[in-house]
């Protein structure tokens, strides 16, 4: 069985690379998907609708873009991994776990003890809560049964 998995959340860290290297390690089946993880290209998604003087509408515009891909990409997976740092607050973390929900699609919360406040109703939602990649990985393996 082929598993397709959304990577969502915080874009500092080797996470995904983490994540999409142990699955490969252990031969799973799993094509991964993920939103733009360069700040710059994301945020001139909305730049090809014509330039802005405020950032507002720039921004407004590059997020309608962004939402596009993040709208097919979690509609066509089949599970979830969101990402939660401690450096910055992912907002737009918390608003595809929230669409994972909306739309019935099972996610495994990944982020630090820390936060286990802050993202109660998130994880509420969640079908898991990891700390680390390789606790996804090991729950993927369980998946698709390797």
């Known amino acids: ?17 983490q ?10 089946n799993i094509s991964f998907y993920s939103a733009v993880t360069d700040h710059d ?8 609708l014509g330039a802005e003087e405020k950032s507002y509408w720039r921004d407004h515009k590059s997020s309608k873009v962004n939402a596009i ?3 097919t990409m979690i509609e066509k997976c089949d599970v979830a991994v969101v990402r ?8 737009n ?3 595809d776990a929230g ?3 909306a739309l019935g699609k099972p996610y495994i919360t990944l982020h630090s003890e820390e936060l286990i406040h802050p993202l109660k109703e998130v994880d509420a939602e969640a079908q898991a809560w ?11 393996k369980y998946i698709v049964c390797k």
Request: hydrophobic residues 40%.
């Open 1 to 17: 069985m082929e598993l397709k998995v959304y990577l969502s959340g915080e874009i500092h860290t080797d996470w995904r690379e």
């Open 99 to 101: 669409y994972c929900a």
């Open 84 to 91: 939660f740092g401690d450096k910055y607050k992912q907002w």
């Open 93 to 95: 973390a918390a608003f």
């Open 69 to 71: 891909r993040t709208r």
């Open 41 to 48: 290209k994301s945020d001139a998604a909305g730049d090809v």
């Open 130 to 140: 990891a700390t680390t990649p390789a606790q996804v990985v090991d729950i993927l």
């Open 19 to 28: 994540i999409i290297q142990g699955c490969q390690a252990n031969d799973l």
